[in-house]
């Protein structure tokens, strides 16, 4: 089936120690995304890729960064986890609507299980 | 600032009757709004959306309503069943495809 997969499940880091999650999928999507979703929260866009160039949302943290090697693995680098960064991390994959026309019933975002990350 | 907004935390629905969970937006250059359904351990799936130039799109048990000048949107779920019970996120889309969530309303369907 395809799918988009994340690994690990559940990570856990100490404060200030680098991390990356990853996502990887078998959907041959153009798009990628990361969001970051705090408890009783929306999941929040951190950044997307767009093939290769990246989209950096304005208000995504210096803290986070992301790698896009190919069309089927992006990563998300936390470079200095604080207590704060504490969350659930969803990737999503997408096609590129804008290269077929408007889309019949709005392109979706398919998404893996989430990566939860805890900062000791 | 919340674009879109889940005002209810949650919904306790009896097997059978009609679900409706509500959401409001903020934003009229949205052009679409979805619905996602998110089980536990598992990541949100897509449910049914509509277009920002209709009122209603219904697929099966499922229907959803948009009322522009209220900037007003609802999933409604007919019958509803054990199996619904779920978190639901409603996302509106910007330019592109990017979506803004809200909160989620946590819907337990009650045998």
């Known amino acids: 089936d395809a799918m988009v997969i994340q690994n690990p499940r559940y990570q856990v880091t100490q404060f200030g120690k680098p991390v990356t999650l990853s996502c990887s999928q078998t959907?041959?999507?153009?798009?990628m995304y990361w969001y970051q979703q705090k408890s009783s929260q929306a999941p929040k866009l951190l950044f997307h890729?767009?093939?290769?160039?990246?989209?950096n949302e304005a208000d995504t943290p210096d803290n986070f960064q992301s790698r896009r090697p190919n069309t089927s693995f992006c990563f998300l680098d936390i470079r200095s986890p604080g207590l704060g960064d504490a969350a659930m991390y969803l990737c999503?994959?997408?096609?590129?609507?804008?290269?077929?026309?408007?889309?019949?019933?709005?392109?979706?975002?398919?998404f893996g299980p989430g990566t939860r990350l805890l900062v000791l | 600032d919340q674009q879109v907004k889940q005002n209810s935390p949650s919904l306790s629905v009896q097997e059978g009757r009609i679900s409706i969970l509500n959401c409001d937006y903020t934003?009229?250059?949205?052009?679409?709004f979805l619905w996602y359904k998110k089980y536990p351990a598992e990541g949100p799936t897509f449910l049914i959306s509509?277009?920002?130039?209709?009122d209603k799109n219904e697929d099966g048990r499922f229907t959803v309503f948009l009322n522009k000048s209220a900037k007003h949107l609802s999933l409604h779920i007919v019958p509803s069943q054990p199996g619904d019970s779920a978190v639901y996120f409603c996302?509106?889309?910007?330019?592109?495809?990017?979506?803004?969530f809200g909160a989620g309303t946590i819907l337990r369907v009650k045998s």
């Open positions: 999503a994959t997408s096609r590129d609507p804008g290269q077929r026309g408007l889309p019949r019933s709005g392109e979706t975002q398919y």
């Open positions: 959907l041959n999507h153009n798009v």
């Open positions: 890729y767009y093939d290769k160039d990246f989209n």
């Open positions: 934003n009229s250059m949205f052009d679409y």
């Open positions: 509509i277009s920002s130039i209709k």
């Open positions: 996302a509106a889309r910007e330019y592109g495809n990017k979506l803004v």
